[in-house]
């Protein structure tokens, strides 16, 4: 009776050290809990407990979680991965919309390039017509402009009615002058003879399909763009599956339950659990790369009649023609305009005399100047240097995140869902939606519905980059992002559990910044990888799974101790 007696101090000297006095209880649990901002501290148990209401951080030892706090955890999961995916995207995206930005001021710089070099021409060949022949340029590179940037204009209207307010101007200084300018309604009469006297042959239709077809090309370009930026909004927001967010769950977080804070998952079960959560996002690859080499395409067939620099830089040479046969065919054309609009009714000569007096000095004609690091050509160059870099992303962005950020290095130990081992045994399937069929930790049903949508947009404006398909009024700006026909929908399914229906109205916030323990650590995947944490010391890790059994096991011998004190 004295040897069990002995015994039973011994071992409540020991659970009391264990349990009460040891820092392998929970609180390195807790501290990480707090760190990262997962919930309410008052979520966690005092001490290790058995974890029986767990439905998948599930293990036979005690556990420092409890249902709540699994449900918090499986939040952060899936919160780090997005912030993880939204942070490797982010240099693609800047790199796409920095161009786009830079694409529309380089065609600003050159629409006012090429209307001050037109005006220059006028000046110096057409002095007495010069200045009023500014407004009608203006209106022109005006509308040219808002074609480019997006405007359902017509090219051949935009461009006659041009014509059509030039020629009033020709006919009173150049084929007809008078002592005074041409009334204001005999000048519309002038107008509307424009076209069908064919006052400047076939220029006006000739610029016009120039500017149409060097323009469709910049215009798609900047369409390609947007959609770009569409894509990588749309997978920066991918909205995870339930199977994938509770294998991210027992990936990241499950460890912390039996107090292994520092573990990393094993590198073949990191693979395993992000090319099933990201499968999906796999099937972009192929039409991603395609997207890219019909950019390159696209870039290549812009010279020449489709080089838009060129055709709005010599618009002002155009416009010499149009007038130079314009006078050659002068006696044709008044005689036309006599019979149409009658003999010409002029204001007094003195409006002409202060018309032309306001003309001010001959401009020497200038070559238009070419600054070869603001040029179309080079900005494309450069952009397309640059994108190549990203055409293989999609495609490899699961192993990105397990080798830059996730994973555990080689020969060091490691989490493979249920024990820290040396390394991970199961099979280690490939990327995209087939290979996870025999995925044996992540169970994947189908494609993404959402990214079903963004592949058919980028099938299509391959197609239009490609030149298979003839972009039709409306179809430019349907591939464009921006229209709303996207914004907040989500791919994935959603419950409770993940807090994604919280707002009541189906919204899902963007996360913006990592968790607190990892937030600015992340670099782009071009960058040298590196460990939010150091991976745990194998004894130390080891010694405390072994903990939390030992103190299952130390209860079950004190209950002859309990049974003897109840009977004293």
């Known amino acids: 009776m004295g040897d069990l007696w002995a015994h039973c101090v011994f071992l409540l000297a020991l659970c009391s050290g264990f349990c009460f006095g040891s820092p392998n209880r929970c609180d390195e649990v807790r501290k990480v809990f707090q760190l990262r901002q997962i919930g309410p501290t008052q979520l966690l148990p005092l ?294 609009c009658g003999s010409p009714s002029r204001r007094p000569s003195q409006s002409l005399s202060i018309q032309r007096s306001s003309g001010g000095a001959s401009i020497p004609l200038k070559a238009p100047v070419k600054v070869s690091g603001d040029s179309l050509a080079n900005r494309r160059k450069d952009f397309l240097n640059s994108l190549r870099l990203y055409r293989t992303f999609y495609g490899g962005l699961a192993d990105q995140l397990c080798v830059s950020d996730l994973a555990s290095g080689d020969g060091l130990s490691c989490w493979n869902g249920t024990n820290i081992v040396k390394s991970y045994t199961l099979r280690v399937v490939g990327n995209g939606i087939k290979a996870q069929s025999v995925n044996p930790e992540v169970k994947v049903k189908e494609a993404d519905a959402v990214i079903n949508q963004i592949i058919d947009k980028l099938k299509h404006v391959n197609q239009l980059l490609q030149g298979k398909s003839i972009p039709k009024l409306g179809s430019l700006d349907q591939i464009e992002t921006g229209s709303g026909e996207t914004e907040g929908r989500y791919s994935g399914d959603c419950d409770d559990e993940d807090g994604c229906g919280a707002s009541g109205g189906g919204e899902v916030p963007r996360v913006s910044k990592l968790s607190p323990d990892v937030t600015g650590d992340h670099k782009h995947h071009h960058h040298h990888h590196h460990h939010h944490y150091p991976p745990a010391d194998e004894s130390e890790v080891e010694g405390r799974s072994r903990s939390l059994g030992l103190a299952g096991a130390i209860w079950i011998l004190m209950l002859p101790c309990f049974h003897m004190l109840m009977a004293l």
């Not at 763009?225 to 509770?246: A, F, K, P």
């Not at 990936?251 to 073949?268: D, I």
Request: aromatic fraction near 6%; charge should be neutral.
């Open 47 to 340: 001490n290790p407990r058995t974890g029986s209401d767990l439905q998948v951080c599930v293990s036979k030892n005690l556990t420092c979680c409890t249902k709540k706090m699994e449900e918090k955890y499986q939040v952060a999961a899936r919160r780090d991965v997005q912030n993880l995916i939204q942070t490797s995207s982010s240099s693609l995206k800047f790199l796409i919309s920095r161009n786009v930005a830079a694409f529309h001021d380089t065609f600003e710089v050159l629409m006012r390039q090429a209307e001050n070099h037109t005006n220059a021409v006028l000046r110096e060949s057409y002095r007495d017509m010069a200045e009023q022949a500014a407004g009608p340029v203006r209106e022109l590179f005006t509308d040219i402009s808002l074609f480019l940037l997006g405007s359902e204009l017509n090219v051949d209207d935009l461009v006659q009615r041009f014509f059509d307010a030039l020629f009033p101007l020709v006919y009173n200084h150049l084929i007809d002058p008078g002592l005074g300018d041409i009334t204001a309604s005999y000048a519309e009469c002038v107008r509307s003879t424009s076209r069908g006297v064919r006052a400047f042959g076939g220029v006006p239709s000739s610029l016009a399909e120039q500017i149409s077809r060097s323009g469709v090309s910049g215009k798609l370009l900047l369409q390609a763009l947007h959609l770009g930026i569409e894509v990588i909004n749309t997978t920066d927001h991918l909205q995870l599956s339930r199977e994938c967010r509770r294998a991210l769950l027992k990936m990241h977080y499950c460890p912390h339950c039996q107090g292994l804070t520092q573990s990393k998952p094993c590198m073949g079960y990191c693979l395993n659990v992000m090319r099933g959560c990201l499968a999906s996002m796999a099937e972009i690859d192929a039409h991603w790369r395609e997207f890219v080499r019909s950019l390159e395409g696209l870039s290549a067939r812009m010279h020449g009649p489709q080089d838009l620099e060129q055709v709005l830089l010599g618009v002002h040479t155009q416009l010499h023609d149009a007038v130079g046969q314009a006078q050659k065919n002068g006696p044709r054309l008044s005689a036309q305009v006599h019979k149409l």
